[in-house]
């Protein structure tokens, strides 16, 4: 398991954390970080499949 994939999946994890915090509290500053997260885990999983 490359480097890239084991740190796609704290991201994604953190950052279904945080839209359920912004579902749960009706605050929308936890979107935005969610938000970054997931395109970052996105990026990191892409790199990581591409990888091998």
Do not use: E, H, Q, W
Request: overall charge positive; glycine content about 6%; charged content about 15%.
């Amino acid at each position: 398991m490359s480097v890239y994939a084991k740190i796609a999946f704290p991201m994604f994890c953190i950052a279904f954390a945080m839209f359920y915090l912004a579902r749960k509290k009706r605050d929308k500053n936890y979107l935005i970080p969610g938000v970054v997260l997931l395109a970052a885990g996105v990026v990191n999983a892409v790199i990581a499949i591409t990888a091998g």
